[in-house]
């Protein structure tokens, strides 16, 4: 398949929680104080369900943990449900997203958000606070409620021990530790309520002792808290100092939409005569890495390539997935073709040994320019990461990205017949810019910054 025919499509399900909840309310009609149950027959049925389609899609499913392992976790965990009939939808959710979570692919995942689940969600009421691992301590790093200030080491929650409960979270995702730690700050109070951990919350915080938070937060108080206002357009410019250019890049969506913004974006810098240019992309989750050939013309001359190999998995389930309209627009019909064609179990290799020369556009950006990257950096941001730093495009700022160089890539979609739960997994395997196929780091920045990132690079453009 032609590079430019290469679209990384990968809807991620770490996704920002609010707007999905409160439409799917709109359609829920049960009573809000039944708790969904699921029948321990028909559970079992879907973790096998979910484990057979991984298997026959997944590029190589048990490449970080042995298949006799994996089975062996799966056994336990479905002990832990004893000895009843039935379970509750939410500790099925749980037990599907730590088994995800052992293949230890960050797109590889269950989704916690079954509509069953809203009318108790709705009335449930929220941890005050949000906190990820910081220097290997649990900290809030933001809060609505005065009496746990940002910063503050949590030790406890309602008796729990707070760094086992967070990594207890951190099990429910797979991918780098630091990817974890961040997608994790806005899942944990969702995870405490998947484990019915609910208000008063007894928190225990390190020199101030016991505070007791008696009511909690609705889901109206408690959306604004991990929603990020700067991450609701795909795409933003704004003038830093009257004299940076600044464009957050928070999304690799819409191909058509991107290349007018940045048609209109780099016209203004043209006008203003801005020198020093930052594309900040830490807060982006990927997308379609098409996008990003569109964006590193208008600063780089230099030949480029985002990733060196593709491998997929053929397999009788995808054949009948791949179908669909949606990814005969996104793959093309020639790919499809040639992968229906194909033997199930075998591996499909593309090797794209060429290098993309840049087209310079119009009003080329001939200043300084630097890129800021972080363990949120994801999936086709992280393709334009490794392109920026494996050929010098660019100065990276920030810390880590979230993924490493060689990782599995084209996210499918799929739902569990019993419990109606989606549940998400990779179809291909991708090798870095480098063609270094034992490489399994992520890419590392040229200026290690973990606090002011941004104001470290503004001082880094003016020197």
Known sequence: MNSKKKSRFKRLTMMRVGISILFCLCFCNLNAQELPKLAKEAAIADLETLIKTIEEVHYNPYWDIPKEDFSKKKDSLIGIWGHSDSISLKQFILTGMELTALINDGHTTLDWQNPQLFPALINYKFLPFKAKLIDGKLCVTGSLDDRVPQGIEVLSINGLNAQQLYADVMATKGGLTSFKNEMCESFFPIYLFLRSIKAPYLVQLKGQGTVILER????????????????????????????????????????????????????????????????????????????????????????????????????????????????????????????????DGIVIKEKDAKLTKPKKPKNYFKGKACMLIGPQTFSSANFLADAVATYNLATLIGQATGEATNDFGEQIEFQLPNSGTYYFTTVAYDIGADGKVEKHDPIYPDIELHKDVLEGAKQWLRR
Not at 235 to 249: M, T, V
Not at 263 to 282: A, G, N, P, S, Y
């Open 216 to 343: 909690g937060l609705s889901l109206n108080e408690w959306t604004p808290l991990i929603e990020n206002k700067e991450l609701k357009s795909n795409y933003s410019f704004k003038i830093l100092d009257e004299d940076i250019a600044y464009i957050a890049y928070n999304s690799c969506q819409d191909y058509e939409a991107f290349q007018a913004f940045l048609t209109e974006t780099f016209q203004t810098i043209k006008d203003k005569k801005l020198d020093k240019l930052i594309v900040d992309i830490r807060n982006n989750g990927g997308g379609n890495s098409m996008l990003n050939d569109l964006l590193l013309p208008y600063f780089t001359r230099k030949r480029y390539r985002q990733s060196s190999e593709r491998h997929w998995k053929v397999s009788a389930t995808m054949k009948d997935r791949i179908s669909d309209s949606l990814y005969i627009k996104v793959f093309g019909k020639e790919f499809i073709a040639k992968y229906k064609q194909a033997e």
